[in-house]
């Protein structure tokens, strides 16, 4: 982490700003819903609000990092619509699937279980290449399918 501009906070908003494009470019490529990606792939980590001396499951990393969170907030995006459901289940999906590939892992079956799962990368999925690869691909895809309007185009 210390390889980020401003240490851990600059850290946390590459993070962030890393989620939010991934789900962004998910939700309007599948799903023609960017916005309904882009606060699936964010709202996760609703738990950077919670004091870390809360703990576990609601601390960062619990509950909001599960199954049972996506599957939440992919029925509420269901009360707007099918396509809007789509496009937070993606995004959600995806920053389950970035944080899995970090050294913590991500409670995948809480509040069943505190098992932290994961697939031990190197580099993770918030190291610096792995970062810019995502927002290399996630811009090619939304400019190669024209969700994506460059000065000059």
């Given at each position: 982490m210390s390889a980020y501009p401003g240490g851990h906070a600059g850290f946390l908003a590459v993070a962030l700003a890393t989620h939010a494009l991934v789900g962004y470019a998910l939700g309007a490529v599948l799903f023609d819903r960017a916005g309904a990606g882009l606060v699936g792939g964010v709202v996760a980590d609703v738990d950077l609000l919670v004091p870390a001396s809360v703990?576990?499951?609601?601390?960062?990393?619990?509950?909001?990092?599960?199954?049972?969170?996506l599957g939440v907030a992919t029925a509420v995006g269901l009360r707007f619509g099918r396509a809007t459901a789509g496009g937070v289940f993606v995004g959600y999906l995806s920053q389950l699937l970035v944080d899995a590939t970090t050294p913590m892992g991500i409670p995948i079956l809480s509040p069943l279980s505190g098992t932290y799962v994961g697939v031990d990368l190197d580099p993770g999925g918030h190291s610096l290449p792995v970062t810019a690869a995502l927002w290399v691909a996630c811009l090619g895809l939304l400019w190669s399918r024209g969700k994506l309007d460059l000065p000059g185009r």
């Open positions: 703990g576990p499951p609601f601390a960062h990393r619990g509950v909001t990092h599960s199954a049972l969170a």
